[in-house]
């Protein structure tokens, strides 16, 4: 990324090959994907911890090409995908299976160069290994959104079988895996979108999309549930469907944030939280765990990868500009 802005200016430009440390493992990428935080750098909405001159892409797969000295569970050949930070190991949040919190941590794509080139260097233990029966190009979903949908779905929101969900912007990247994520856990998910086309291929996926517009879906939510909410409702919107997805739930109700689209704040009535007695959580990322469990349900079925399309890693803008037209349902793949 050359300078940020909507759009921004990208270019493709020759670097040395990363260097590989003794705990290192150097892959060659196959597919990263283009997510949401990768378009909030490139905008320049999220710059917090973002390295100047970084190269972007948390959601990387690829066959391991080098190991360092020290690496002893991966080796040349291995095809791999990244987990979203480089994590410490050993401190108590590293212990107790939530790396992603690792408060020394550094964000693939983010702190640390990530996936939109031909060579990443990532500590060893940050990749996972994926059997070679496994799609390789798909495989660069499996922890971020697909990791990141589970333990939203699963560990935060809490959803159990019978229950009904609202998943917003569910066509998109996130969205789509998120209402995947909602029905594998049983649930009965109701995916909002403002797309005839997205609204049809997530009706095939089996479940009962609302075409948002004139109508708030607010209302169209408590047509569908004889007026008593949702139980859950996972936003991947933000701002934008806040009041809406909050207005949705039923009593005792949770509503999970998972993305911000527009970067601008929300409103927010205290009375509809209190008499609804609803909980309000918010959810990021996914850890080394959320990962092997995406490549297992992914394996068997019930969460399969859902690819929009794939780019030349000279077509990132063109990617970005389709993501952000609201163009693609699923993920668009960069591939180097």
């Avoid at 892959?27 to 100047?52: E, K, N, S, T």
């Amino acid at each position: 990324m050359e300078s940020p802005g909507d759009p921004p200016s990208l270019a493709v430009r020759e670097r040395d090959a990363p260097a590989v440390g003794p705990g290192d493992v150097l892959v060659r990428v196959a597919a990263a994907g283009l997510c949401g935080h990768d378009a909030a750098i490139m905008r320049g909405v999220l710059r917090r911890g973002v390295r100047p001159g970084v190269v972007l892409g948390h959601e990387v797969s690829g066959r391991v090409v080098e190991v360092g000295g020290e690496a002893a569970s991966i080796r040349v050949g291995d095809a791999v995908v990244s987990t979203l930070t480089v994590f410490c190991g050993s401190c108590d949040r590293c212990l107790s299976g939530n790396d992603y919190g690792c408060p020394y941590g550094r964000g693939v794509g983010h702190g640390i160069d990530g996936g939109f080139a031909e060579l990443v260097a990532l500590a060893e233990s940050s990749v996972v290994r994926v059997p070679d029966d496994f799609d390789l190009y798909h495989a660069c979903l499996l922890s971020c959104p697909i990791g990141v949908s589970i333990r939203a779905a699963r560990d935060v929101a809490r959803v159990r079988s019978g229950e009904t969900v609202v998943v917003t912007g569910a066509g998109g990247g996130l969205g789509a895996h998120a209402a995947l994520a909602a029905a594998a856990a049983g649930a009965r998910v109701l995916p909002v979108t403002t797309s005839d086309h997205k609204a049809a291929l997530l009706e095939r996926l089996g479940m009962e999309p609302i075409l948002a517009g004139e109508i708030p879906f607010s209302e169209m939510v408590m047509a569908l549930t004889e007026d008593l909410g949702a139980d859950a409702a996972l936003d991947t919107v933000g701002s934008a469907t806040f009041g809406q997805s909050l207005r949705s739930l039923a009593q005792g109700g949770r509503m999970t944030l998972m993305g911000e689209v527009l970067g601008e704040r929300a409103k927010i009535s205290p009375a509809e939280i209190m008499f609804r007695q609803a909980a309000i959580f918010g959810s990021t990322g996914a850890s080394k765990r959320h990962t092997a469990d995406a490549l297992e349900m992914a394996r068997s079925g019930s969460l399969p990868p859902v690819v929009a399309r794939r780019f030349a890693l000279e077509e990132a803008g063109e990617a970005y500009a389709l993501m952000r037209a609201g163009k693609l349902f699923g993920r668009a793949l960069l591939i180097p």
